[in-house]
């Protein structure tokens, strides 16, 4: 599926996530595919839980000039 579909698909699940945790997250912050992007949101918006239960996110600590 192409990033168009992708958001389009997305887009009622992040209005319902923002009024859950009062933001948007952003597929690019996670270490998935879109599917399991798609499919974790879904979850989190039915368990009341944040991605970060369902995804691991990518670290933003630093080591030799390299985000790890």
């Known amino acids: ?5 992708f958001g389009k698909k997305c887009r009622p699940l992040n209005i319902q996530y923002r009024e859950l945790f009062d ?9 998935c595919s879109q599917e399991e ?6 979850k989190s918006i039915s ?6 239960e ?4 990518y670290s933003t600590e630093v080591r030799d000039g390299i985000f790890t």
């Open 54 to 57: 369902f995804l691991e996110q």
């Open 47 to 52: 368990l009341g839980k944040e991605l970060t």
């Open 1 to 5: 599926m192409n990033s168009i579909e």
């Open 23 to 31: 933001y948007v997250p952003c597929r690019g912050n996670y270490r």
């Open 37 to 42: 992007y798609f499919d974790a949101l879904q």
